[in-house]
């Protein structure tokens, strides 16, 4: 973070100096670095990736990122390599307090303990599992959750957005009012009423929850609850698309309502599209931990970076590692996806000042 | 002018109104059997069941079951069968059935600390985002622009149930440089009440203030480019008259817009707050309500989040209107 906005604010900086002669200089240097090459076509996405790859920040950020999700693909590989599950008991690394023995929560890169095995993030207080599998498998949850939260929520977003800004009228001004009314409730306080309630008609009769169902229950939750935003800004983009010559071709040739939408207008807008979904995924993300941490996310055994964070208050004083490791997992993936985000929309909309 | 308030307020309690229904189908025909959950599963005696249901009016059709849930809002209702009779008066907002300690009550207690919560970190985070980018934008692009825009983005990427426990653990158990969280009312004791809520605040006005800094230092590069600041800088205007009374003044209006809508969605979620700082707020009020599944106080609780956000979307919609006349009303849809 020692150059925290390197390239991607430059040229807007610049322009914002002197408006005229900032402008004249930027296209002067754009042109100053094609003339040398044969003129060859770029498409936009082309163009968008270059400027993304130039980005020393998107670079760092989606090495950060890559380093996540394989640990999260490859968690059961992992495992089998480090020898030891996210659950195996080992409460002789306690002492009688419940408490790990040695320095830093039980860190110890040798088998010289009473596991027999190393133990490189330390074990948790009470229960002496291995952090580093909990660490792994957290990660596992955190994206599931986060991923498909944000890609269920942005679909709906999509197609009301579409739907709204293409049709008018009264679909539309239908359309902004339940988006207003969605963006009334509030969002946490009626995830921590409603997960429990779905919850109860999932849960057989001894009260028990499928992990997989919990994660549904938190996924379809967030998506119900998330998807304005981008519906939004869908639906704005469209109302001025949808007087393009093209899309007036379209209709002059025949095409019917849904081809236009989704085959014609679609495809024009995954730029502002790709840019929400990159920069709500960190909000999911610390939403799925928040809902965790109050108790209501996904419950043992299922490894959750926020449930650890809960779980670690008891023990803050004497053991605070516990508490760094999964508050810093959380922090590099959140601020990874936040710069990433960042980098995706300088690189998509270059115009863009931040 | 007037037309616009009129109607903007009139779709306010449209929403309102839609969402105490969706509130109110969710969580009275939600879960299987809401008379048993509220009960308690293991001291419930059949009378204590039987009287839930008769108070709540289980028994009868959902319409009239919100008929009288509305009509204990506004005009107040008596609640209870024969037996036990408790009289809640005209904002009714039922019952705790445990402790037989009416809602309204709960709200009153705990409201206030989340109003000291969310509004005192507001203020730390706008003044302090605020003054942020205004110095970021005139000291564009050196040391410090890159370094504050950088801090801000590691701290806005900080989850506060981290943050505040770090806070927590550093400054208040190991160093003891700053008080306990605690909440005291502040017209017994004004600094002890400054005191108590200072680590929230702090936490908080880390978090928070990243997207202010970023906006006001956009709304200040853009301000210092226009045409009417040369104009100042060349009839002979100094530089600090020309950032405080032209560029702060234009970037102070969408300042004071995004605050009024983040405000009003952090009165109905600082759950998570106020668990990391275990301040007996609405939203932690609320969470212990969800575990033991006490409809009536998530109910209010969740029904008072929907009005703060609806209330303050109306007051910054109104407010955009008197302050800035470039908004033209009527004309446009909003």
Same mark, same amino acid.
């Given at each position: 973070?020692?150059?925290?906005?390197?390239?991607? &604010?430059?040229?807007?900086?610049?322009?914002?100096?002197?408006?005229?002669?900032?402008?004249?200089?930027?296209?002067?240097?754009?042109?100053?670095?094609? $003339?040398?090459?044969?003129?060859?076509?770029?498409?936009?996405?082309?163009?968008?990736?270059?400027?993304?790859?130039?980005?020393? &920040?998107?670079?760092?950020?989606?090495?950060?990122?890559?380093?996540?999700?394989?640990?999260?693909?490859?968690?059961?590989?992992?495992?089998?390599?480090?020898?030891?599950?996210?659950?195996?008991?080992?409460?002789?690394?306690?002492?009688?307090?419940?408490?790990?023995?040695?320095?830093?929560?039980?860190?110890?890169? &040798?088998?010289?303990?009473?596991?027999?095995?190393?133990?490189?993030?330390?074990?948790?207080?009470?229960?002496?599992?291995?952090?580093?599998?909990?660490?792994?498998?957290?990660?596992?949850?955190?994206?599931?959750?986060?991923?498909?939260?944000?890609?269920?929520?942005?679909?709906?977003?999509?197609?009301?957005?579409?739907?709204?800004?293409?049709?008018?009228?009264?679909?539309?001004?239908?359309?902004?009012?339940?988006?207003?009314?969605?963006?009334?409730?509030?969002?946490?306080?009626?995830?921590?009423?409603?997960?429990?309630?779905?919850?109860?008609?999932?849960?057989?009769?001894?009260?028990?929850?499928?992990?997989?169902?919990?994660?549904?229950?938190?996924?379809?939750?967030?998506?119900?609850?998330?998807?304005?935003?981008?519906?939004?800004?869908?639906?704005?983009?469209?109302?001025?698309?949808?007087?393009?010559?093209?899309?007036?071709?379209?209709?002059?040739?025949?095409?019917?309502?849904?081809?236009?939408?989704?085959?014609?207008?679609?495809?024009?807008?995954?730029?502002?599209?790709?840019?929400?979904?990159?920069?709500?995924?960190?909000?999911?993300?610390?939403?799925?931990?928040?809902?965790?941490?109050?108790?209501?996310?996904?419950?043992?055994?299922?490894?959750?970076?926020?449930?650890?964070?809960?779980?670690?208050?008891?023990?803050?004083?004497?053991?605070?590692?516990?508490?760094?490791?999964?508050?810093?997992?959380?922090? $590099?993936?959140?601020?990874?996806?936040?710069?990433?985000?960042?980098?995706?929309?300088?690189?998509?909309?270059?115009?863009?000042?931040? | 002018?007037? /037309?616009?308030?009129?109607?903007?307020?009139?779709?306010?309690?449209?929403? =309102?109104?839609? !969402?105490?229904?969706?509130?109110?189908?969710?969580?009275?025909?939600?879960?299987? +059997?809401?008379?048993?959950?509220?009960?308690?599963?293991?001291?419930?005696?059949?009378?204590?069941?039987?009287?839930?249901?008769?108070?709540?009016?289980? +028994?009868?059709?959902?319409?009239?079951?919100?008929?009288?849930?509305?009509?204990?809002?506004?005009?107040?209702?008596?609640?209870?069968?024969?037996?036990?009779?408790?009289?809640?008066?005209?904002?009714?907002?039922?019952?705790?059935?445990?402790?037989?300690?009416?809602?309204?009550?709960?709200?009153?207690?705990?409201?206030?600390?989340?109003?000291?919560?969310?509004?005192?970190?507001?203020?730390?985070?706008?003044?302090?985002?605020?003054? =942020?980018?205004?110095?970021?934008? !005139?000291?564009?692009?050196?040391?410090? +622009?890159?370094?504050?825009?950088?801090?801000?983005?590691?701290?806005?990427?900080?989850?506060?149930?981290?943050?505040?426990?770090?806070?927590?653990?550093?400054?208040?158990?190991?160093?003891?440089?700053?008080?306990?969280?605690?909440?005291?009312?502040?017209?017994?004791?004004?600094?002890?009440?400054?005191?108590?809520?200072?680590?929230?605040?702090?936490?908080?006005?880390?978090?928070?203030?990243?997207?202010?800094?970023?906006?006001?230092?956009?709304?200040?590069?853009?301000?210092?480019?226009?045409?009417?600041?040369?104009?100042? /800088?060349?009839?002979?205007?100094?530089?600090?008259?020309?950032?405080?009374?032209?560029?702060?003044?234009?970037?102070?209006?969408?300042?004071?817009?995004?605050?009024?809508? +983040? !405000?009003?969605?952090? =009165?109905?979620?600082?759950?998570?707050?106020?668990?990391?700082?275990?301040?007996?707020?609405?939203?932690?009020?609320?969470?212990?309500?969800?575990?033991?599944?006490? =409809?009536?106080?998530?109910?209010?609780?969740?029904?008072?989040?929907? #009005?703060?956000?609806?209330?303050?979307? #109306?007051?910054?919609?109104?407010?955009?209107?008197?302050?800035?006349?470039?908004?033209?009303?009527?004309?446009?849809?909003?």
């Amino acid at each position: 973070m020692s150059e925290p906005n390197p390239r991607g &604010t430059e040229p807007a900086d610049s322009a914002a100096d002197s408006a005229a002669v900032g402008v004249l200089d930027v296209a002067a240097s754009e042109e100053g670095a094609k $003339a040398p090459k044969a003129i060859e076509g770029r498409s936009p996405g082309q163009l968008a990736w270059m400027r993304l790859r130039r980005d020393r &920040t998107a670079r760092g950020s989606i090495w950060v990122l890559g380093f996540f999700i394989v640990i999260a693909i490859l968690a059961p590989l992992i495992e089998k390599v480090y020898g030891l599950g996210p659950t195996v008991n080992s409460p002789d690394l306690l002492d009688r307090s419940g408490l790990p023995l040695g320095y830093f929560g039980g860190i110890d890169f &040798t088998t010289n303990n009473a596991s027999n095995h190393i133990h490189i993030l330390g074990v948790m207080p009470g229960t002496g599992w291995d952090i580093f599998m909990q660490f792994v498998y957290g990660a596992r949850t955190s994206l599931i959750v986060a991923a498909l939260a944000t890609l269920l929520s942005v679909v709906i977003g999509v197609v009301i957005g579409i739907v709204a800004g293409y049709l008018g009228g009264w679909i539309d001004q239908a359309l902004t009012w339940f988006i207003d009314y969605m963006l009334a409730f509030p969002f946490v306080l009626m995830a921590i009423a409603i997960i429990p309630i779905v919850n109860t008609y999932l849960a057989d009769s001894s009260g028990y929850v499928p992990p997989a169902e919990r994660m549904a229950t938190i996924i379809v939750v967030f998506s119900l609850f998330g998807w304005m935003s981008t519906a939004r800004l869908v639906r704005g983009q469209v109302i001025s698309l949808r007087e393009r010559e093209y899309v007036d071709a379209a209709r002059a040739a025949g095409a019917g309502r849904g081809h236009i939408m989704f085959k014609q207008i679609l495809p024009n807008l995954w730029a502002p599209i790709l840019v929400t979904f990159s920069l709500s995924l960190p909000a999911t993300v610390t939403a799925e931990a928040a809902l965790s941490f109050l108790g209501i996310g996904v419950q043992q055994p299922t490894p959750d970076w926020g449930r650890m964070i809960n779980d670690s208050l008891s023990y803050m004083q004497t053991d605070w590692m516990y508490l760094v490791i999964p508050g810093f997992s959380i922090w $590099a993936l959140v601020l990874a996806f936040n710069l990433f985000g960042d980098a995706t929309r300088d690189a998509l909309d270059p115009k863009s000042s931040r | 002018m007037l /037309r616009f308030f009129v109607k903007r307020a009139l779709l306010a309690v449209l929403t =309102l109104f839609a !969402i105490s229904v969706t509130v109110f189908v969710l969580f009275f025909m939600g879960p299987a +059997d809401p008379a048993a959950s509220m009960c308690g599963s293991k001291a419930c005696t059949m009378a204590q069941h039987e009287q839930i249901v008769k108070s709540l009016e289980l +028994d009868k059709s959902p319409v009239t079951q919100y008929a009288s849930y509305m009509r204990g809002v506004f005009v107040g209702r008596e609640i209870g069968s024969d037996s036990l009779k408790i009289k809640c008066e005209a904002p009714c907002l039922g019952v705790n059935f445990r402790t037989y300690e009416p809602v309204k009550d709960i709200i009153g207690r705990t409201l206030p600390i989340t109003f000291s919560i969310v509004l005192g970190a507001a203020v730390v985070y706008v003044l302090f985002g605020t003054a =942020l980018g205004m110095i970021s934008a !005139i000291w564009r692009g050196s040391i410090f +622009d890159r370094l504050a825009a950088g801090t801000a983005l590691t701290f806005a990427s900080t989850q506060i149930f981290f943050l505040g426990s770090l806070i927590l653990l550093i400054f208040v158990y190991k160093t003891g440089w700053l008080p306990r969280p605690q909440y005291i009312s502040p017209s017994t004791d004004f600094f002890g009440w400054i005191g108590g809520m200072l680590t929230p605040w702090i936490a908080l006005g880390l978090i928070n203030s990243a997207s202010y800094s970023r906006f006001s230092r956009a709304q200040m590069i853009e301000t210092l480019g226009e045409d009417y600041i040369r104009t100042a /800088r060349a009839k002979g205007l100094g530089m600090r008259a020309v950032y405080f009374r032209h560029a702060l003044r234009a970037a102070i209006t969408p300042i004071v817009t995004i605050a009024g809508i +983040d !405000i009003g969605g952090q =009165l109905g979620g600082v759950a998570i707050t106020e668990t990391t700082f275990s301040l007996p707020g609405m939203g932690k009020t609320a969470l212990g309500a969800v575990v033991s599944q006490n =409809l009536p106080i998530v109910m209010a609780v969740v029904l008072f989040g929907a #009005v703060f956000i609806v209330l303050s979307n #109306v007051i910054v919609d109104m407010l955009y209107a008197v302050i800035d006349p470039r908004v033209k009303l009527g004309s446009s849809g909003r």
